[in-house]
C-alpha cells in the first residue's frame, strides 16, 4: 500500500501563484509515475499532468500548458506541481496519484493506483 499525500493548497489571488507538493511512501518511488488531477464543483476529476519516473517525460492538459509544470525529486519520494498565473477556472480540489511502475504517462485516472485525499486550491478575483 502507498499513501500519498498532498500539501499546499490554499487561497490566492487571480494571477499568483502556488506550489503543490505530493509525497508519497514506499521504497520504490523512483518507479512510479506521477499525476495530478483536479475536480471543480459540479465537475468531473479531469487531468492535470503527469511526469514519468525519472522526469523525462511529462504530460499537460492543453489549459495548463506554459502556467504549470510538473516535477519530482526522487529523493525526497515527493512530486511538486508549480501553478502560475493563476485564473478562476483553476479553482479545484487537486489529487495527487501514483501509478505503480515504469510504465507510459496516462490521462486516465483509472490507470492510477494510489491517490491522496486532495487540496483545495481557490483562485479569487
Known amino acids: 500500500q502507498v499513501q500519498v499525500e498532498e500539501s499546499g493548497g490554499g487561497l490566492v489571488q487571480a494571477g499568483d501563484s502556488l506550489r503543490l507538493s505530493c509525497a508519497a511512501s514506499g521504497r520504490t518511488f523512483s518507479s512510479y509515475a506521477m499525476g495530478w488531477f483536479r475536480q471543480g464543483p459540479g465537475k468531473e476529476r479531469n487531468f492535470v499532468a503527469a511526469i514519468n519516473w525519472d522526469a523525462s517525460r511529462t504530460l499537460y492538459t492543453d489549459s495548463v500548458k506554459g502556467r504549470f509544470t510538473i516535477s519530482r525529486d526522487n529523493a525526497q519520494s515527493t512530486a511538486y506541481l508549480q501553478m502560475n498565473s493563476l485564473t478562476l477556472e483553476d479553482t479545484a480540489v487537486y489529487y495527487c496519484?501514483?501509478?505503480?511502475?515504469?510504465?507510459?504517462?496516462?490521462?486516465?485516472?483509472?490507470?492510477?493506483?494510489?491517490w491522496g485525499r486532495g487540496a483545495q486550491v481557490t483562485v479569487s478575483s
Open positions: 496519484a501514483v501509478r505503480n511502475g515504469r510504465l507510459p504517462l496516462s490521462t486516465v485516472p483509472n490507470f492510477y493506483d494510489y
